[in-house]
């Protein structure tokens, strides 16, 4: 568990973590120590001269003394290295999951990685903060005492080691029993999250369809199924409780009639015997809380190899030598890219000059907008490359090629905070004059002068005070502000009013004007923007040229906006 714990933390910990063990197993050795100066501490009191009690008396206080020291100096450096260990395990989970390509974010890792995040992480390293040193305790002290007994009494001694394998023994197989049932309850945790959160995200949609009850029912199941996981756990961990309980105190009932033998022959002084005992019992304590203790290391050892497996989960891999692009234009070589078994691009190749716009049209799922999720890297290709400024992005530092880019994706996510603070995410250090500059290019001074607290006032969790064409321009403003050579917009305008559209329209003109532009079009006032027209379909280009030169070719570029232009029926 330690090396799991080191393997998540990286070796920086290696040494404080070592130190803490050894100082927790330091203190539990002092506590066993302790307890056996009862032995010669009672032999002396009820022996012929009970005052050679008191140098027994005076090492024993000292040995309780050291112990107390020990146990702060292990509690408090457990206690700080878990905390360290905690904010050093949130920041490297953070980094990571910033590196992971954005396709593993389906759906199910949601869930999943917000209970780890949540819950997960705090359980994996409470055990340092609290349980590691009572565990370590548990195992050490009695074992400590086992080996002066063994001194005091090679018979009681033995007697007492016996019992070390039976414990030993029982304590792997409830972990065994428990192993199934553990993740079976975290695998229902997981689903059960993820309902809540499908829940409470699609609560406008469930409303409009009156779908609430539904959907809640399903949530309910998920809740219950996690209760009756959670049962059948506590249950799977009944007889391991049992059984370590009946073997402790057969174990001491043993001793107890071994000793009353050995006493009444003559073997072990009277006045030894009851200390031996007072041993036994207090070797019985802790190994009756390795019981209770061991479900919750298990827990903790769960998470951490979730961890674990999180964070060797393979990122997209950084170029060993980052080039530099020279250049803005864009290039795709015969690019070839699933999702999973589906061929979503099949052999494209496509160019985009320096300063020239593209527009990309097709019919829906044909690869619009994974095309424009290659070029910012998103994923890798699985052959081919695509290239920016003449180098291949998987050549090109992430914060370089990001830098090189601003995007305005169709679905707008807006921090909760100002709109100057979402804005300034576009370029953390720009002047304020700056950041106001950008959202007045944006049209964004009317949605600004319209809201109470004006520049002040927060737009609500994921932008939701907002409108959906207000967000737009916040999008807009912050693209506008990172001031990125290369532009990708993904068709924004579908599903706005006229007044946001206008306003929109302006703010996407200034941020295209002199930049290399791709733009995912469903509309010909769009798409009439651009330089050049890739028309996408089965994963390839099947035509490129001007608006007017596709229009004249009567090909499929024709027909699709002779189908997209023709009113329905009724309209
Ligand atoms: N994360 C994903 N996992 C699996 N399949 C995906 C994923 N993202 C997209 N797809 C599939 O890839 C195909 C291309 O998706 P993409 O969003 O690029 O299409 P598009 O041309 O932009 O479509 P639209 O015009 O409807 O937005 C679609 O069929 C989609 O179902």
Same mark, same amino acid.
């Given at each position: 568990?330690?090396?799991?714990?080191?393997?998540?933390?990286?070796?920086?910990?290696?040494?404080?973590?070592?130190?803490?063990?050894?100082?927790?197993?330091?203190?539990?050795?002092?506590?066993?120590?302790?307890?056996?100066?009862?032995?010669?501490?009672?032999?002396?009191?009820?022996?012929?001269?009970?005052?050679?009690?008191?140098?027994?008396?005076?090492?024993?206080?000292?040995?309780?003394?050291?112990?107390?020291?020990?146990?702060?100096?292990?509690?408090?450096?457990?206690?700080?290295?878990?905390?360290?260990?905690?904010?050093?395990?949130?920041?490297?989970?953070?980094?990571?999951?910033?590196?992971?390509?954005?396709?593993?974010?389906?759906?199910?890792?949601?869930?999943?990685?917000?209970?780890?995040?949540?819950?997960?992480?705090?359980?994996?390293?409470?055990?340092?903060?609290?349980?590691?040193?009572?565990?370590?305790?548990?195992?050490?002290?009695?074992?400590?005492?086992?080996?002066?007994?063994?001194?005091?009494?090679?018979?009681?001694?033995?007697?007492?080691?016996?019992?070390?394998?039976?414990?030993?023994?029982?304590?792997?197989?409830?972990?065994?029993?428990?192993?199934?049932?553990?993740?079976?309850?975290?695998?229902?945790?997981?689903?059960?999250?993820?309902?809540?959160?499908?829940?409470?995200?699609?609560?406008?949609?469930?409303?409009?369809?009156?779908?609430?009850?539904?959907?809640?029912?399903?949530?309910?199941?998920?809740?219950?199924?996690?209760?009756?996981?959670?049962?059948?756990?506590?249950?799977?961990?009944?007889?391991?409780?049992?059984?370590?309980?009946?073997?402790?105190?057969?174990?001491?009932?043993?001793?107890?009639?071994?000793?009353?033998?050995?006493?009444?022959?003559?073997?072990?002084?009277?006045?030894?015997?009851?200390?031996?005992?007072?041993?036994?019992?207090?070797?019985?304590?802790?190994?009756?809380?390795?019981?209770?203790?061991?479900?919750?290391?298990?827990?903790?050892?769960?998470?951490?190899?979730?961890?674990?497996?999180?964070?060797?989960?393979?990122?997209?891999?950084?170029?060993?030598?980052?080039?530099?692009?020279?250049?803005?234009?864009?290039?795709?070589?015969?690019?070839?890219?699933?999702?999973?078994?589906?061929?979503?691009?099949?052999?494209?190749?496509?160019?985009?000059?320096?300063?020239?716009?593209?527009?990309?049209?097709?019919?829906?799922?044909?690869?619009?907008?994974?095309?424009?999720?290659?070029?910012?890297?998103?994923?890798?290709?699985?052959?081919?490359?695509?290239?920016?400024?003449?180098?291949?992005?998987?050549?090109?530092?992430?914060?370089?090629?990001?830098?090189?880019?601003?995007?305005?994706?169709?679905?707008?996510?807006?921090?909760?905070?100002?709109?100057?603070?979402?804005?300034?995410?576009?370029?953390?250090?720009?002047?304020?004059?700056?950041?106001?500059?950008?959202?007045?290019?944006? /049209?964004?001074?009317?949605? !600004? +002068?319209? &809201?109470? =607290? %004006?520049?002040?006032?927060?737009? @609500?969790?994921?932008?939701? #005070? $907002?409108?959906?064409?207000?967000?737009?321009?916040?999008?807009?403003?912050?693209?506008?502000?990172?001031?990125?050579?290369?532009?990708?917009?993904?068709?924004?305008?579908?599903?706005?009013?006229?007044?946001?559209?206008?306003?929109?329209?302006?703010?996407?003109?200034?941020?295209?004007?002199?930049?290399?532009?791709?733009?995912?079009?469903?509309?010909?006032?769009?798409? /009439?923007?651009?330089?050049? !027209? +890739?028309? &996408?379909? =089965? %994963?390839?280009?099947?035509?490129? @040229?001007?608006?007017?030169? #596709? $229009?004249?070719?009567?090909?499929?570029?024709?027909?699709?906006?002779?189908?997209?232009?023709?009113?329905?029926?009724?309209?």
């Amino acid at each position: 568990m330690i090396r799991t714990l080191l393997r998540v933390l990286g070796d920086e910990h290696a040494r404080p973590l070592r130190r803490t063990v050894a100082l927790m197993t330091a203190a539990a050795v002092a506590e066993g120590l302790s307890y056996a100066l009862l032995v010669p501490v009672l032999r002396a009191l009820f022996g012929d001269a009970p005052a050679d009690a008191w140098p027994w008396l005076a090492g024993f206080g000292a040995a309780v003394a050291g112990y107390a020291a020990l146990r702060y100096a292990a509690d408090l450096s457990g206690f700080l290295v878990g905390t360290t260990l905690l904010r050093g395990t949130y920041r490297r989970l953070g980094e990571h999951l910033t590196r992971l390509p954005i396709g593993w974010y389906d759906a199910g890792r949601v869930g999943e990685v917000s209970v780890l995040a949540s819950r997960g992480v705090l359980q994996a390293l409470s055990v340092m903060a609290h349980l590691l040193a009572p565990f370590v305790g548990a195992l050490v002290t009695p074992l400590t005492i086992v080996a002066v007994m063994l001194a005091f009494d090679w018979r009681l001694g033995l007697a007492a080691l016996a019992g070390v394998p039976v414990v030993a023994a029982i304590q792997a197989w409830a972990g065994r029993a428990l192993a199934a049932t553990d993740a079976e309850r975290h695998r229902r945790d997981k689903e059960a999250t993820g309902r809540v959160i499908e829940f409470l995200q699609a609560q406008p949609v469930l409303r409009a369809g009156g779908r609430t009850g539904e959907r809640f029912g399903l949530l309910d199941d998920a809740l219950r199924e996690v209760q009756r996981a959670s049962r059948r756990t506590v249950l799977a961990a009944l007889p391991g409780v049992v059984g370590l309980t009946l073997a402790v105190q057969a174990m001491f009932t043993a001793l107890l009639v071994l000793g009353a033998y050995l006493a009444i022959g003559g073997g072990v002084g009277a006045a030894e015997l009851p200390a031996i005992l007072v041993l036994a019992a207090r070797c019985a304590d802790p190994l009756l809380s390795l019981a209770d203790m061991g479900g919750q290391v298990r827990g903790a050892r769960a998470e951490l190899d979730r961890l674990d497996r999180l964070l060797r989960t393979e990122p997209l891999p950084l170029p060993r030598v980052p080039v530099e692009p020279a250049g803005h234009g864009l290039v795709f070589d015969s690019v070839t890219f699933r999702h999973g078994d589906r061929v979503i691009l099949d052999g494209l190749s496509l160019e985009v000059p320096e300063g020239e716009r593209l527009a990309v049209v097709g019919p829906s799922g044909a690869g619009k907008s994974t095309l424009l999720q290659l070029i910012a890297r998103f994923y890798d290709v699985e052959s081919g490359a695509v290239r920016v400024g003449g180098v291949d992005v998987r050549e090109i530092g992430a914060d370089v090629l990001m830098s090189k880019i601003a995007i305005v994706f169709q679905d707008v996510y807006l921090f909760d905070g100002t709109i100057e603070d979402n804005i300034r995410l576009g370029r953390p250090d720009a002047t304020e004059a700056e950041v106001r500059a950008a959202a007045s290019a944006a /049209r964004l001074d009317e949605v !600004i +002068a319209r &809201l109470p =607290g %004006g520049w002040a006032a927060g737009v @609500g969790e994921g932008g939701a #005070l $907002l409108s959906g064409g207000e967000r737009q321009r916040v999008s807009i403003a912050r693209a506008l502000l990172k001031d990125a050579p290369i532009v990708l917009l993904d068709e924004v305008t579908s599903a706005l009013d006229p007044v946001n559209e206008a306003a929109v329209h302006e703010g996407i003109e200034r941020l295209m004007a002199g930049r290399t532009v791709v733009m995912v079009a469903h509309r010909m006032r769009t798409v /009439r923007r651009a330089d050049r !027209i +890739a028309f &996408l379909d =089965g %994963g390839r280009v099947v035509e490129e @040229g001007s608006h007017d030169e #596709l $229009l004249r070719r009567q090909g499929r570029y024709a027909a699709f906006w002779a189908t997209a232009l023709t009113p329905a029926p009724g309209d």
